[in-house]
């Protein structure tokens, strides 16, 4: 059945997995962020978005890839249905945090995208993580989907003012833009280098 054909009541029952499992990746993050904080007096998270990806979005994206835009491909093909966003200071939190999650029991890593190491042709920079968390239904336990986004401040900045411009747009950007963005991805790249350096320095002072 077609996204756009399936009533509402049964995209609300397809959702469940993923709103349940965003609740529980808060709850995992919030439990990270005190644990941090208790015993390493370390408070790298800025703050946290989580969404349930829209379902004219979902469609979207799986016409781009080439499959026909149903439930059943969406619950097959599309790994960011739930997402969750974690914002960072430092470009070490990210690794600090994906680390400490990499760790926790109840989730399990399927891929990492790192495109800080690796940015996309684009500029963009952001550390991406697929996982599968259990999730226990009425009708028993399940693996559901969830992509994990860290990044820092000024990665979310320049990110979403790209997504604005460029990333939902059908049509071509102008070529001086993406320079100009390009451009100033490599500004935030140094600046995120140079605040981390700074913070170094810092916590060597105390
Ligand atoms: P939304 O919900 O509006 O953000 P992945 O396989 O997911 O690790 P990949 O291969 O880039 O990474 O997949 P995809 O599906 O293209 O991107 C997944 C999400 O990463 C996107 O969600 C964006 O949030 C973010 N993202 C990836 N590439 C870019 C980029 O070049 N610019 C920006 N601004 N964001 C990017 P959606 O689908 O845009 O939806």
Same mark, same amino acid.
């Given at each position: 059945?077609?996204?756009?054909?399936?009533?509402?009541?049964?995209?609300?029952?397809?959702?469940?997995?993923?709103?349940?499992?965003?609740?529980?990746?808060?709850? #995992? =993050? $919030?439990? *990270?962020?005190?644990?941090?904080?208790?015993?390493?007096? !370390?408070?790298? %998270?800025?703050? +946290?978005?989580?969404?349930?990806?829209?379902?004219?979005?979902?469609?979207?994206?799986?016409?781009k890839r080439g499959y026909e835009p149903t439930l059943e491909n969406a619950?097959? #093909? =599309? $790994?960011? *249905?739930?997402?969750?966003?974690?914002?960072?200071?430092? !470009?070490?939190? %990210?690794?600090? +945090?994906?680390?400490?999650?990499?760790?926790?029991?109840?989730?399990?890593?399927?891929?990492?995208?790192?495109?800080?190491?690796?940015?996309?042709?684009?500029?963009?920079?952001?550390?991406?993580?697929?996982?599968?968390?259990?999730?226990?239904?009425?009708?028993?336990?399940?693996?559901?989907? +969830?992509?994990?986004?860290?990044?820092?401040?000024?990665?979310?900045?320049?990110?979403?003012?790209?997504?604005?411009?460029?990333?939902?747009?059908?049509?071509?950007?102008?070529?001086?833009?993406?320079?100009?963005?390009?451009?100033?991805?490599?500004?935030?790249?140094?600046?995120?280098?140079?605040?981390?350096?700074?913070?170094?320095?810092?916590e060597q002072l105390d």
């Amino acid at each position: 059945m077609l996204i756009q054909e399936t009533n509402s009541h049964d995209l609300r029952i397809a959702m469940l997995p993923y709103t349940s499992a965003l609740k529980l990746v808060d709850m #995992y =993050i $919030d439990t *990270i962020e005190e644990e941090l904080f208790t015993y390493k007096s !370390q408070n790298p %998270i800025e703050h +946290v978005k989580s969404r349930l990806k829209r379902p004219s979005s979902i469609a979207r994206k799986l016409e781009k890839r080439g499959y026909e835009p149903t439930l059943e491909n969406a619950l097959k #093909y =599309i $790994d960011d *249905i739930a997402g969750v966003r974690i914002v960072c200071q430092f !470009q070490d939190d %990210i690794y600090k +945090v994906a680390e400490v999650i990499k760790n926790f029991q109840n989730i399990r890593i399927v891929q990492i995208k790192d495109y800080i190491k690796e940015p996309k042709e684009n500029g963009y920079r952001s550390y991406h993580m697929h996982v599968e968390i259990p999730v226990r239904m009425l009708h028993g336990e399940e693996m559901v989907k +969830v992509e994990i986004q860290l990044r820092t401040v000024a990665m979310d900045f320049w990110a979403s003012l790209e997504h604005k411009i460029r990333y939902k747009n059908e049509s071509d950007v102008p070529e001086h833009i993406s320079k100009e963005l390009k451009l100033c991805a490599t500004m935030v790249e140094q600046m995120d280098d140079q605040m981390q350096h700074l913070n170094n320095e810092i916590e060597q002072l105390d």
